[in-house]
C-alpha cells in the first residue's frame, strides 16, 4: 500500500502527528480504482486533493488517454496535407508531374527539422505507445481488482478487450511502417537525400511492381480511412459505443451511426484511391536519369527488389 500513497498531497508540517503520522477519517476511497475516483467521489472546488501541478488528480489512464488523443489531432494535420497531395490534387490536376510541384510546394511544411517530428514521428510514437501503457495499466489495475496472485489466477482473468479501431490500428502499423521506409527512410539511406522522391516515384513503383503496389496500397488505405474515421468519432462522442444507455431508441441510434461511419469510412477510402491509385497508380515509369535512381532503390529493396 505504500506505493498507493503517493497520490496524496505532501503533509504540511502541522498536520503531521507526533510521530509523523497523519490521522484520517476511514474512507473507502483507497479500494476504488484510481481511474473511477472521480466519478464516484467528485470532488469540492476548493479541494485539498490537487495536485501542486494544478493538474488535478487523475489516474494515469486519464492522461495516457490524453495522450493517444491530442496525439492523433496532431497527426490529422499531416494526414490532411497527405491525402491532398496524393489524392486531391492530382484528382483536380489529372496529372502526376503537375500534382508533384504541389507536393514540393507543401513538402518544406511536413518534412522540416521542426515540423517533421511534431506532426509525424512524436505523434505516431506517443499514439501507439499510449495505447500499449493504457492496456498494461487496465491490466494490472483488473488483476489487482480481482485478486489474482498465483500464475493460473493471471491466466483465467481477461486481457482489456481489443476493440475494431484498436486492431485496425495494429494492423496499420507494419503497413504505415513500410511505406514510411519505403519513401522516406530507405532514399535517405541509400542516396543520401529524399528530394527526387515525388508521386512519380509511386507511379514508377506501380508500374514494376503492380500486384505489391496495388494490394499494398488498398489495405493500407482502406486500414488507415477506416482507423481515422473509427478513431474520430470515438473522440467526438460519435461512436456506437458512447449512445446513452437510457436512450429510447439506443439501438436505432446505434445503428445508424454504425452504418454512418462505416459510409464516412468507405467514402474516405474511395476517396484517397481514385487519385492514388486512379492518377498516380497509372502514369507509368520514369526515364531518364531520375528512373534510374528509382530502378536502384526498388531493386535494393530486401524482398520488393524480387516481389512484383
Ligand atoms: C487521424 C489519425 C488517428 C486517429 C484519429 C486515431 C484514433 C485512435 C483511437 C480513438 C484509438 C483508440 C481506440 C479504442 O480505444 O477503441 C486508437 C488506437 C490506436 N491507434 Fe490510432 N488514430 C490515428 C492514427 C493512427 C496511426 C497513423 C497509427 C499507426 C500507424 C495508429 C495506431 C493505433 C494503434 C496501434 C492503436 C491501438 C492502441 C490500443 O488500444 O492498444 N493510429 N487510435
Redesign the pocket.
Known amino acids: 500500500m505504500a506505493g498507493e500513497q503517493s497520490d496524496l498531497p505532501p503533509l504540511a508540517d502541522n498536520e503531521s502527528g507526533v510521530i509523523g503520522l497523519m490521522e484520517v477519517e476511514p474512507s473507502p476511497v483507497e479500494e476504488t480504482p484510481v481511474e473511477f475516483k472521480g466519478d464516484y467521489f467528485p470532488s469540492p472546488p476548493s479541494s485539498t486533493t490537487t495536485s501542486t501541478l494544478g493538474l488535478g488528480n487523475h489516474g494515469p489512464a486519464y492522461y495516457l488517454q490524453r495522450v493517444?488523443?491530442y496525439s492523433?489531432y496532431a497527426?490529422?494535420v499531416f494526414?490532411s496535407f497527405h491525402i491532398a497531395n496524393t489524392s486531391i490534387i492530382p484528382l483536380i490536376t489529372r496529372s502526376v508531374p503537375e500534382s508533384n510541384r504541389y507536393l514540393l510546394l507543401t513538402r518544406p511544411y511536413y518534412q522540416s527539422a521542426l515540423t517533421e517530428p511534431l506532426v509525424v514521428a512524436l505523434p505516431?510514437i506517443a499514439?501507439?505507445s499510449s495505447?500499449?501503457a493504457?492496456?498494461f495499466y487496465r491490466r494490472r489495475q483488473a488483476l489487482k481488482r480481482y485478486g489474482a496472485e498465483t500464475h493460473r489466477d493471471r491466466k483465467t482473468i481477461p486481457w482489456p478487450s481489443?476493440?475494431g479501431?484498436?486492431a485496425l490500428?495494429?494492423a496499420?502499423?507494419p503497413m504505415?511502417?513500410f511505406h514510411l521506409w519505403t519513401t522516406r527512410i530507405f532514399p535517405v539511406y541509400l542516396h543520401g537525400d529524399n528530394s527526387m522522391i515525388s508521386l512519380s516515384y509511386i507511379s514508377h513503383g506501380f508500374a514494376s511492381h503492380p500486384f505489391v503496389s496495388f494490394a499494398g496500397f488498398t489495405a493500407m488505405v482502406g486500414v488507415?480511412a477506416w482507423?481515422?474515421t473509427?478513431?474520430?468519432a470515438?473522440?467526438l462522442g460519435f461512436a456506437p459505443s458512447q449512445v446513452n444507455e437510457i436512450e429510447s431508441k439506443r439501438h436505432l441510434i446505434r445503428k445508424r451511426r454504425w452504418y454512418a461511419i462505416n459510409a464516412l469510412s468507405a467514402m474516405l477510402t474511395t476517396l484517397w484511391l481514385a487519385g492514388g491509385l486512379g492518377i498516380v497508380g497509372r502514369d507509368g515509369k520514369t526515364g531518364g536519369w531520375i528512373g534510374r535512381e528509382f530502378e536502384e532503390l526498388y531493386n535494393s529493396m530486401p524482398l520488393i527488389g524480387r516481389w512484383r
Open positions: 493517444q488523443k492523433s497527426f490529422t494526414a505516431l499514439h501507439i495505447g500499449i493504457l492496456r481489443l476493440s479501431t484498436s490500428g495494429y496499420l502499423i504505415a511502417g488507415g482507423h481515422f473509427w478513431g474520430w470515438k473522440w
